[in-house]
């Protein structure tokens, strides 16, 4: 019944709208399920697939980057590349167990260009209406999770998170509470929670002093294993 009504109010094709895809449960594998039939912005025409959130269903701690990138999109994992790697290495170093933590992005398709010298797929940074249009799933997500703290890997996810402007740099490593908007009219409200604020993985391996950078990440995540013991 969820799902017909989903797709009653996907009936508008809204072009730049998740909302009306996103089905009112809290049940994550039905979220799922309706996320890979969304069509709220251009980006599902290119990507591979959806790629939706991965963890437990009661983590405590979400983490949201910006996108999925061409290893995610290809196998519909989020943070299964190079900066899932060094993330989950970060993790364990802040002393966080990654099997309990849920895994998402704030857009949930892989946007990318391909130049006309080669056939590899270059990762390109979602636009405004992008991320506006598939926050839905996100406050979705969160609602469902209930997590006590989210972390917002980059300027993309805090800004899905906190609202813009943004800048990483005015907010990270900072502790601060989750605004209690909602997503869509008649949709679930984000639940009371603490966001901190730090840099995407991705950044850290495109860093000039790369050891320095991981480190910073270590210690914004370290923070995060703090607020959680508390």
Same mark, same amino acid.
Request: proline content about 8%; aromatic content about 4%.
């Given at each position: /019944? ?23 449960? !809290? ?32 983590? *405590? ?8 990138? #061409? ?32 895994? $998402? ?7 990318? $260009? ?5 056939? *590899? ?7 405004? *209406?992008? /991320? $506006?249009?598939? +926050? ?19 300027? $993309? ?11 990483? !740099?005015?907010? *990270?490593? &900072? ?5 209690? #908007? !909602? ?10 929670? +603490? ?25 914004? &995540?370290?923070?995060?294993? +703090?607020? &959680?013991?508390?």
């Amino acid at each position: /019944m969820a799902a017909q009504r989903t797709r009653e109010r996907a009936g508008s094709g809204a072009e730049h709208d998740a909302g009306p895809y996103v089905p009112h449960t !809290g049940d994550l594998a039905e979220l799922s399920r309706a996320a890979a039939a969304c069509r709220g912005c251009p980006l599902h025409a290119a990507a591979t697939q959806t790629v939706f959130g991965a963890g437990p269903r009661r983590a *405590r701690l979400v983490l949201v980057g910006e996108q999925p990138g #061409d290893r995610e999109d290809r196998e519909g994992e989020p943070f299964v590349g190079p900066a899932g790697t060094l993330l989950r290495r970060a993790l364990a170093a802040a002393g966080l167990d990654e099997s309990s933590v849920y895994f $998402t992005n704030a857009v949930k398709h892989f946007k990318f $260009t391909v130049p006309e010298t080669g056939k *590899r797929r270059i990762h390109k940074a979602p636009d405004l *209406r992008e /991320m $506006t249009a598939c +926050r839905p799933w996100l406050v979705a997500e969160l609602a469902a999770i209930r997590p006590r703290l989210v972390v917002a890997l980059g300027a $993309t996810a805090g800004r899905a998170l906190l609202g813009g402007p943004f800048r990483v !740099g005015d907010h *990270r490593g &900072l502790l601060e509470p989750l605004p209690a #908007d !909602g997503g869509p009219e008649g949709g679930p409200a984000l639940p009371e929670a +603490r966001v901190l604020v730090t840099v995407h993985p991705s950044a850290v391996l495109r860093a000039r002093d790369r050891d320095a950078a991981y480190r910073g990440l270590v210690a914004d &995540l370290e923070v995060a294993a +703090r607020a &959680l013991a508390e």
